[in-house]
């Protein structure tokens, strides 16, 4: 039987926030100071539109660690989120279809280029994708768009890499593209492809 560590993680693999926030919860009252559960928390409540109590999280765990790379990297983000809070409800990610699989960000390093968008959409277009989420490259004119699976334009690969790339998006399922990270105004994707 999978331990509530081992759930908590697996609910978050999964997209499923709501309980991912309550088991992260619960393995907090059995280890108050455990930080990669407060981390997973935060993100979990993030996920969830609870840019408040993400925030709170993220602050309580640098007091103890002042230089924890994912709670500096993400209170920022929360921070934002809370002042500027999504008008429709809707587009907050709460039950994510999404479905992560642990080993997709291992690289072969001749295979796989990570890619920072250029003119990403707007934040408010960004929050509403999940890290993980397998997006798709559009041919227009001689730029590659990437849009997700509701064909929402994300943003467009840099000419250097797009141009290098062309050929992979011609031949059909010899390429795959992942969001990688999303921040305020910035979308990696994380690009894989076969020989």
């Known amino acids: 039987m999978a331990s509530l560590e081992e759930k908590a993680i697996q609910a978050a693999l999964s997209g499923a926030w709501h309980d991912a926030v309550l088991l992260n919860e619960q393995y907090l ?15 979990a409540y993030s996920q969830s539109g609870r840019y408040d109590d993400a925030c709170k999280i993220y602050e309580k765990i640098l007091l103890t660690e002042p230089y924890n790379p994912i709670a500096q ?8 989120y809370s002042r500027n809070p999504v008008e429709d409800t809707a587009t907050i990610n709460t039950q994510s279809k999404v479905h992560i699989s642990p080993s997709l960000f291992v690289s072969d390093a001749q295979k796989t280029r990570i890619v920072h ?5 707007p934040h408010t277009v960004l929050r509403t994708i999940c890290v993980g989420e397998i997006v798709f490259p559009y041919r227009k004119g001689f730029e590659l768009h990437i849009r997700n699976s509701d064909e929402m334009y994300l943003g ?28 305020e105004s910035t979308i990696t994707i994380f690009i894989k492809w076969q020989e």
């Open 29 to 43: 009252l059995e280890h108050p100071n455990h930080i990669d559960a407060m981390n997973r928390l935060a993100y």
């Open 73 to 80: 990297k993400n209170l920022s983000r929360c921070k934002y």
């Open 117 to 121: 968008l250029v003119n990403p959409a």
């Open 156 to 183: 467009t690969l840099p000419d250097d890499v797009g141009r290098k790339l062309m050929a992979l998006f011609n031949r059909e399922d010899s390429c795959e593209c992942f969001v990688k990270d999303i921040q």
